[in-house]
């Protein structure tokens, strides 16, 4: 009986959470056929180690000013990637302006344009904006404080991230376009594809208009009314929120809601994106955060009734065509609104929410350990062994003191502990049998 033994060598300096030998899958993901919008750049597809980088910077609170805020103190995963306040809490107590945004399926869209009102011309772009923020975390470089040059100085001092780095860039040097880079591939690898809907439009083969087998006749009704323009019946959703991906229409204006979240007399023309729509609601059916740019709507059932009759503000120069007119007042039955809340409730995923590889990565002191390949092993791919043969692995010789932690399944070890780094294996079950080493250097 012959059978592949997968062999790793490795040598590491902690025991670790993250193993840069044995990294999560970000780069190939499964995406759905039926997806075809996709914004990252050429420069900047995603990678297992970039992404990884990207979710350590991601959870790291030493990117804000005092080490009090993460990324993810605004965007938690277990609310897609948003916030359930309606204004998020900065580095030094001071309020967001606006509602913090779901990253849900960021990377599937047409607009390139980031933030609701679009001012980061690309993701990357985006990525650096929070870290530069006066209120959000901090390296402004104005009004007394640092700017982004002490933050990179600052991370160069911390052990992991010149292992990071040179993990996904190939030095260890830490530029602002680096961590840009990394943010945005990890922000671009938080998909969302196993909800309801989903699996009804896999059952159609990708196709929108049929109804959707899994779905109640309520449920298909909404996704009726969600693709239909206004003249024709519908409300027109999909003219701006365009299934599959619900991505944003890059061309359009304000959806009529023009209050600021800090102060309602204090009108916001600007705010012409939404993120996806995608996981508005999460598992349990609760709302993943109010919504809208100022988290004024807190029901799904409040959103239709805007949309149902749009307010016409004669100072609200920037709504949006389409919801003037027929799309602005749509008169939908009770019936009608409740089917649209209920087609809405189909577009929330499960693995998103608790998917380990977009998880904090930090333990509960804020230590993050990380295993490295320190050396090129001597033993790489895989070799064929026959069953009871006795073979010989060897990795390169550490550090003296160093010491190695072979573990081997489908067979034993002949050699007596401690081992060095040579064994002999006898191997007893070949066609279930692998050896591993971790390497611990002094
Ligand atoms: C203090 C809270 C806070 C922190 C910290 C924060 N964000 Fe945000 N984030 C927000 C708010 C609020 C918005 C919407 C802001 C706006 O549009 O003006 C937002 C928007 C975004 C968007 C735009 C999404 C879209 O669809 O347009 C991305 C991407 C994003 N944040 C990523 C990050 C990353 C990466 C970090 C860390 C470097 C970060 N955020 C740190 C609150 C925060
Ligand atoms: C003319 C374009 C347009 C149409 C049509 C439209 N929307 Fe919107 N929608 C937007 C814009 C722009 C925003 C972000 C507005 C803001 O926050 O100020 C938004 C926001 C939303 C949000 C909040 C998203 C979040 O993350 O907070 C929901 C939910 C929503 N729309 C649902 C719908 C539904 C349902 C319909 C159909 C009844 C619809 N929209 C029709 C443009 C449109």
Redesign the pocket.
């Known amino acids: 009986m012959k059978a592949k033994i997968l062999l790793l060598g490795m040598s590491v300096l902690f025991i670790a959470a993250i193993n840069l030998n044995n990294l999560d899958d970000y780069a190939n993901q499964p995406i759905p056929p039926y997806i075809t919008k996709d914004n990252a750049p050429p420069f900047n597809e995603i990678t297992d180690a970039g992404a990884t980088l990207g979710r350590v910077l991601f959870y790291d609170k030493n990117l804000s000013l005092n080490n009090s805020i993460a990324c993810a103190g605004c965007h938690k995963q277990q609310f897609a990637f948003s916030d359930t306040a309606r204004q998020s809490v900065g580095f030094n107590g001071a309020l967001t302006g606006r509602?913090s945004?779901?990253l849900v399926n960021a990377r599937f869209g047409t607009e390139i344009r980031f933030f609701?009102d679009e001012r980061a011309t690309s993701l990357e772009n985006q990525s650096t904006q929070p870290i530069k923020d006066f209120g959000e975390m901090g390296f402004s470089g104005t009004n007394g404080q640092p700017g982004i040059d002490s933050l990179i100085s600052k991370l160069s001092d911390i052990s992991y991230y010149p292992v990071l780095f040179t993990y996904a860039f190939g030095s260890p040097q830490i530029t602002e376009a680096r961590i840009q880079n990394a943010l945005a591939q990890f922000v671009r690898s938080i998909q969302s594809f196993d909800s309801k809907f989903d699996a009804g439009l896999a059952a159609t083969g990708g196709n929108l208009g049929p109804p959707f087998p899994n779905f109640t006749p309520q449920e298909n009704q909404g996704k009726n009314l969600?693709l239909t323009p206004p003249p024709a019946g519908g409300?027109?959703?999909q003219?701006?929120?365009r299934a599959p991906e619900f991505d944003?229409?890059p061309a359009?204006?304000?959806?009529g809601?023009?209050a600021t979240a800090a102060n309602p007399a204090i009108l916001d023309l600007t705010?012409?994106?939404?993120?996806s729509?995608r996981d508005?609601a999460g598992p349990t059916g609760a709302l993943n955060g109010p919504?809208?740019?100022?988290g004024n709507?807190t029901t799904?059932a409040g959103?239709?009734a805007h949309?149902n009759l749009v307010p016409l503000n004669p100072a609200n120069t920037l709504l949006?065509p389409?919801?003037q007119g027929p799309?602005g007042n749509?008169q939908l039955t009770a019936n009608e609104q409740n089917a649209?809340v209920a087609f809405?409730r189909t577009l929330t995923g499960v693995n998103v929410y608790t998917d380990p590889k977009l998880s904090d990565p930090f333990d509960a002191a804020g230590n993050l350990d990380l295993q490295f390949c320190a050396f090129t092993p001597t033993i790489t791919g895989s070799a064929e062994v026959c069953n009871s043969a006795v073979n010989t692995y060897s990795v390169p010789a550490g550090p003296a003191g160093a010491f190695y932690n072979w573990s081997v399944t489908g067979g034993t070890i002949l050699s007596t502990p401690p081992y060095s780094n040579t064994i002999q294996v006898q191997w007893t079950n070949a066609a279930n049998a692998s050896v591993s080493i971790v390497q611990f250097n002094p």
């Open positions: 509602h945004m779901r609701w969600f409300a027109g959703c003219g701006c929120h944003i229409d359009s204006l304000n959806n809601v023009i705010n012409t994106r939404a993120p729509l508005v919504m809208m740019h100022n709507l799904l959103v239709i949309y949006d389409r919801l799309g749509l649209l809405l």
